[in-house]
């Protein structure tokens, strides 16, 4: 049996306290959809295949359809595995195998940027968040508007940091 030694100092996480909640973006709408265009594009150029005639249309839209499907799944796979945690003496955020986490001491500014976008002149504008964390030793926290985009409520959490913020002296 392995004991633990009292030397051990506990991990950065079990310093930071319980977990009050956990912020992960909800990509299994990117996904399905990454699959059916994929499935699309493969039956389309599988059928393509064994027609006498091989129309060059069908090809190119099973081409184009298999692309987009990859091109979403590429796109987004840099936010895969990230997470946002609110801890009880802390805030931790988890990118892959890197992690940065700060005590509510250690955080001096909370910069909570909203922008009003139009990604063409024909959708409608919407809104778009950029979170950074700034600690006292240069430390930040860089929530990128695509991440903040695929969390299913982004309420709660613009509400827990006005909450844990410190209070800013003007």
Same mark, same amino acid.
């Given at each position: 049996?392995? /004991?633990? #030694?009292?030397s /051990?100092?506990?991990?950065?996480? /079990?310093?930071?306290?319980?977990?009050?909640?956990?912020?992960?973006?909800?990509?299994?709408?990117?996904?399905c959809?990454?699959?059916?265009?994929?499935?699309?594009?493969?039956g389309?150029?599988?059928?393509?295949?064994?027609?006498?005639p091989?129309?060059?249309?069908?090809?190119?839209?099973?081409l184009?359809?298999?692309?987009?499907?990859?091109?979403?799944?590429?796109?987004?796979?840099?936010?895969?595995?990230? $997470?946002?945690?609110?801890?009880?003496?802390?805030?931790?955020?988890? $990118?892959?195998?890197?992690?940065?986490?700060?005590?509510?001491e250690?955080?001096? !500014?909370?910069?909570? /940027?909203?922008?009003?976008?139009?990604?063409? !002149?024909?959708?409608?504008?919407?809104?778009?968040?950029?979170?950074?964390? !700034?600690?006292?030793?240069?430390?930040?926290?860089?929530?990128?508007?695509?991440?903040?985009r !695929?969390?299913?409520?982004?309420?709660?959490?613009? $509400?827990?940091?006005? #909450?844990?913020?410190?209070?800013?002296?003007?």
């Amino acid at each position: 049996m392995m /004991e633990k #030694r009292a030397s /051990e100092r506990p991990s950065m996480t /079990e310093q930071l306290g319980e977990l009050r909640a956990k912020y992960q973006p909800n990509f299994s709408g990117v996904i399905c959809l990454s699959l059916l265009l994929l499935m699309l594009g493969a039956g389309l150029l599988i059928y393509c295949q064994f027609q006498k005639p091989s129309r060059a249309v069908l090809m190119l839209g099973g081409l184009m359809s298999a692309t987009a499907g990859l091109a979403l799944l590429v796109l987004r796979a840099p936010y895969f595995g990230q $997470a946002l945690e609110v801890r009880a003496y802390g805030v931790r955020f988890v $990118a892959g195998r890197d992690e940065i986490a700060l005590f509510w001491e250690q955080v001096v !500014h909370i910069d909570m /940027e909203e922008s009003q976008v139009r990604p063409f !002149h024909v959708l409608p504008v919407r809104r778009q968040w950029r979170i950074s964390i !700034h600690g006292c030793k240069g430390d930040v926290i860089l929530l990128a508007p695509d991440f903040l985009r !695929h969390l299913p409520k982004l309420s709660p959490l613009l $509400a827990t940091l006005r #909450r844990c913020a410190p209070e800013r002296e003007d």
